[in-house]
């Protein structure tokens, strides 16, 4: 008996090197499915009305726009095989291949388009995002209800060409017809949903490669997306679908990926190394700047002179010699990774535009406190009274790693002032709620633009911005503002320096690091678009040993 045994367990041996699939046996690409994870619901899957960055991942995976987003975010072919510019006229014809058809299987058209940009542009669908095409012809004045909707430059020309003319150039158009906003829309469907369209996954018709499952969406829990069978474009997807749970972030990224939670997720340097550990895939981009903003509609810190003063009392090198980890110098507002045209625009205009350190800079704050940055508000000398300065307190994250930059920022300001300054540590969450509201005097807060071009950080600062981190409204940077939106990135860059010179100068924002941000996947050829916070899952593979 004892031979026998020795024969089978010889025999089991063999069988296993030479058969080592039955150990663990691989999973077509095409029989895959990625699995993802959002915070939050999305509010709407209407490409004309979403803002938010869930809403964004899933149109951006179930449409395709005239043009679609490469790797490098480059604008290549999408619902259009090809066009053409017309550089003198302003117009742009754009091609639609003839075999293009929506999830249901109906042929879509450039009619399609012309009502989807219709949708965008009128005033009432209310759309935020309509903003970002304005460069269509009399789009903002039909947003504004100053001219009638067929005064739009979009027009069918015939089922399968359309045609754009423009009311400036810019050189990112045809990247922005890849946008959601820019999504096509049929008409009779739309009005079919009775207010509800992109609600509910019945109430979603789109033309991308992927499509919500017939019971795909359980609101707060899930989106499922399955490959659209009727998909005809270039960009055929690789799995079989994408599973989208909405639920909390995961405790260990890198944890939940290799026990298959999740095929990749968006995070911080805190789950760097342990990815890299663990031979995952890692991403990076750098798109955020952190800085102190000033509550400029507060009594003090409104005082020109005095912000001034107190960023020139900030010795660099001492407040940044210990950064958190993953982030890197900078005294530029506008991030690296902005492009003014095909280049970046730091390449472009060089760095190092911010407020230096001054041995001046206590008789310059003593002086600002003496009387009012406008003197010819005041008609007689007695009128002039000294400025009570208040104890400083600064609104910063509760994270670790950033109170050491907070601590050296109070020491030089205590010695400053001659008092002792402040903190606040607090979530993210609740900076950015503060921060908004005006709740805070001083805060170290972050720039997100939400676009690749240099105007998308400095139009944060404008009197019409929502996230206004300094609540700064002034009628001269607002007019430099509209000046370059009204050109194109490669021909208002002069004044792009100008906007950004005038927010140092005045001590709206003084930049201290940009923090990178990462991806981490244990997956292949996922493409990431950083500023909206997006996820090309077409091509996505899982990686199998």
Not at 140 to 168: C, P
Not at 224 to 236: A, E, F, H, R, T
Not at 532 to 538: T, Y
């Amino acid at each position: 008996m004892g031979c026998l045994k020795i024969l089978t367990v010889m025999i089991l041996c063999i069988s296993i090197m030479i058969f080592p699939s039955c150990q663990k046996k691989s999973v077509s690409p095409s029989e895959q499915t990625i699995y993802y994870r959002v915070t939050d619901e999305p509010v709407t899957l209407d490409p004309q009305i979403a803002d938010d960055n869930p809403s964004r991942l899933v149109i951006m995976n179930i449409f395709e726009g005239l043009t679609r987003l490469d790797e490098n975010d480059n604008a290549v072919e999408g619902v259009a095989d090809r066009w053409k510019a017309d550089i003198s006229k302003m117009e742009y014809t754009f091609h639609i291949r003839d075999t293009a058809k929506w999830s249901d299987g109906s042929k879509l058209t450039a009619q399609d388009f012309v009502y989807g940009f219709q949708r965008l542009f009128s005033s009432k669908t209310g759309s935020s995002t309509a903003k970002e095409l304005f460069c269509i012809r009399n789009s903002e004045k039909i947003r504004n209800d100053k001219l009638d909707m067929s005064e739009l430059g979009v027009y069918a020309e015939n089922e399968n060409t359309l045609k754009i003319k423009l009311e400036y150039l810019d050189p990112q158009f045809t990247a922005l017809l890849a946008e959601p906003c820019a999504m096509p829309c049929k008409k009779d469907f739309f009005e079919s949903t009775g207010g509800q369209y992109g609600l509910e996954a019945d109430k979603i018709l789109s033309n991308g490669c992927f499509r919500v499952g017939d019971n795909g969406w359980k609101h707060e829990k899930y989106i499922d997306l399955v490959k659209n069978i009727n998909y005809s474009g270039k960009n055929k997807p690789v799995p079989k679908g994408v599973s989208i749970e909405i639920s909390e972030s995961p405790e260990n990224v890198s944890s939940a990926i290799l026990n298959g939670e999740i095929d990749c997720y968006q995070t911080d340097m805190s789950e760097y190394e342990q990815a890299k550990k663990n031979k995952l895939n890692v991403t990076s981009f750098s798109d955020t700047v952190w800085g102190i903003a000033f509550n400029t509609q507060s009594e003090v810190f409104g005082n020109k002179e005095i912000r001034v003063a107190m960023l020139k009392a900030l010795d660099r090198k001492k407040i940044l010699a210990d950064l958190p980890e993953g982030c890197r110098l900078t005294e530029d507002i506008v991030p690296e990774t902005a492009k003014a045209g095909t280049v970046t625009y730091r390449e472009f205009v060089g760095r190092g535009m911010g407020l230096q350190f001054s041995e001046n800079a206590q008789a310059e704050f003593e002086k600002a406190l003496e009387k009012p940055e406008h003197e010819d508000e005041y008609d007689y000398w007695y009128d002039y009274e000294e400025i009570e300065f208040p104890v400083l307190n600064i609104l910063c994250t509760d994270e670790e790693e950033i109170q050491g930059v907070v601590n050296g920022m109070i020491r030089e300001w205590n010695q400053l002032t001659g008092d002792y300054a402040n903190k606040t540590p607090v979530s993210r969450e609740e900076l950015e709620k503060r921060v908004l509201s005006g709740e805070y005097d001083i805060a170290i807060v972050p720039l997100k633009p939400d676009g690749a071009s240099p105007v998308d950080t400095l139009k944060l600062f404008s009197g019409s911005s929502e996230y206004n981190v300094s609540h700064f409204h002034d009628e001269k940077y607002d007019k430099i503002i509209a000046d370059i939106l009204a050109k194109p990135d490669s021909t208002a860059v002069d004044k792009m320096v100008q906007a950004e010179k005038y927010l140092h100068e005045n001590g709206i924002f003084y930049p201290l690091y940009t923090e990178d941000r990462y991806y981490i996947s244990g997956v292949k050829n996922i493409i990431f678009h950083p500023y909206g916070a997006e996820a090309d899952f077409s091509s996505a593979e899982k990686i199998q040993d």
